[in-house]
T-cell receptor, first 114, second 112 residues
Framework: QKEVEQDPGPLSVPEGAIVSLNCTYS??????FMWYRQYSRKGPELLMY????GNKEDGRFTAQVDKSSKYISLFIRDSQPSDSATYLC??????????????FGQGTILTVHP | NAGVTQTPKFQVLKTGQSMTLQCAQD?????MSWYRQDPGMGLRLIHY???????DQGEVPNGYNVSRSTTEDFPLRLLSAAPSQTSVYFC???????????FGSGTQLSVL
């Protein structure tokens, strides 16, 4: 079993829809949680970053972490065609020696059609 | 400020050939890493470095070699290419207190 599981989709939604992307993880030592967005033929770019449980909002994007259930979510409100990309969740152990060593989910392919 | 730069963007090799994927960064990151991305597998860590002269293995290091002689450069060497190494390779820099990684644009490698 992978340490981070993510539904690969693909997910197709109409413009303006609310999108929910989800990951589960198994290692309770993970304390840093990230979402990366990757456009076709590009490198991943950091979208959201959270530490421990709770919500973080940035414009149309909300990242949610529930450590009790080991569940990570990304919500996109008023989705736009420009949001079409692969979304990858990632986690990091709180230990200092793990710098740069992220564990990624498989990625979810999202298409927002006009 | 170019960030993390990878070359080449595309490469085709024959089985058994060797080559080096180049990665350079101008953001003064101490930490650099190499990932490979395969369909359905997400990003998997190959090797990483926490500073010049210091490297360590990640999740899938077999068949790859790295060195870190300067802060700026972190090349990845394929010793004897195999079809199983067909993948997209990403170099990343970063890892300060907030653990934010910045990725290069990737190298698409095909081994025939």
């Amino acid at each position: 079993q992978k340490e981070v599981e993510q539904d690969p989709g693909p997910l197709s939604v109409p413009e303006g829809a609310i999108v929910s992307l989800n990951c589960t993880y198994s290692n309770s030592a993970f304390q840093y949680f990230m979402w990366y967005r990757q456009y076709s033929r590009k490198g991943p770019e950091l979208l959201m970053y959270t530490y421990s449980s709770g919500n973080k909002e940035d414009g149309r994007f909300t990242a949610q972490v529930d450590k009790s259930s080991k569940y990570i979510s990304l919500f996109i409100r008023d989705s736009q065609p420009s949001d079409s990309a692969t979304y990858l969740c990632a986690t990091l152990n709180a230990g200092g020696t793990s710098y740069g060593k992220l564990t990624f989910g498989q990625g979810t392919i999202l298409t927002v059609h006009p | 400020n170019a960030g993390v730069t990878q070359t080449p963007k595309f490469q085709v090799l024959k089985t058994g050939q060797s080559m080096t994927l180049q990665c350079a960064q101008d953001m003064n990151h101490e930490y650099m890493s190499w990932y490979r991305q395969d369909p359905g597998m997400g990003l998997r860590l190959i090797h990483y470095s926490v500073g010049a002269g210091i490297t360590d293995q990640g999740e899938v290091p077999n068949g790859y070699n790295v060195s870190r002689s300067t802060t700026e450069d972190f090349p990845l060497r394929l010793l004897s290419a195999a079809p199983s190494q067909t993948s997209v390779y990403f170099c990343a820099g970063g890892g300060g207190a907030n653990e934010k990684l910045f990725f290069g644009s990737g190298t698409q490698l095909s081994v025939l």
